[in-house]
């Protein structure tokens, strides 16, 4: 989503709407954080003086007390509903070359950051 917003300070790409094609990614990110901190949380203070764990007494706060993975469950729910939408976005957004170098640089740009292998295809 940054790089879509970065270009898009720079004046290019304008016609494109994050907000429809990334849909609630940001919630999502926030409450799958605050329900991951709350896990863990759960199991550094239920761990026992042996390492022992009792799982479904965590399981059992973490689901039935917690308004964290309500939360999240309803951003799942919420980016799920959109999913669709989304690709169907996306395909229109394909149909401006501008669009598609700036997703073919992303793409180029994740593979070399992430240290996978870049393959360039050339075309005769």
Do not use: W
């Not at 304008?14 to 990334?22: R, S």
């Not at 764990?53 to 309500?70: M, Q």
């Not at 229109?92 to 870049?118: M, P, Q, W």
């Amino acid at each position: 989503m940054d790089p879509l917003k970065n270009v898009q300070v720079e004046g290019y790409i304008m016609y494109a709407e994050p907000e429809i094609l990334f849909g609630n990614l940001d919630e999502l990110c926030t409450f799958t954080y605050a329900f991951c901190k709350e896990f863990l949380r759960l199991l550094l203070e239920n761990v026992g003086p042996f390492g022992e764990l009792p799982v479904s007494e965590i399981l059992e706060k973490l689901y039935s007390k917690s308004t964290k993975a309500t939360s999240l469950s309803q951003a799942f729910h919420r980016y799920a509903l959109n999913y669709i939408n989304a690709l169907n976005y996306l395909e229109s957004l394909r149909r401006h070359s501008d669009f598609c170098e700036f997703e073919k640089a992303t793409k180029i740009s994740y593979l070399n950051v992430s240290g996978a292998e870049t393959v360039v295809f050339r075309v005769a």
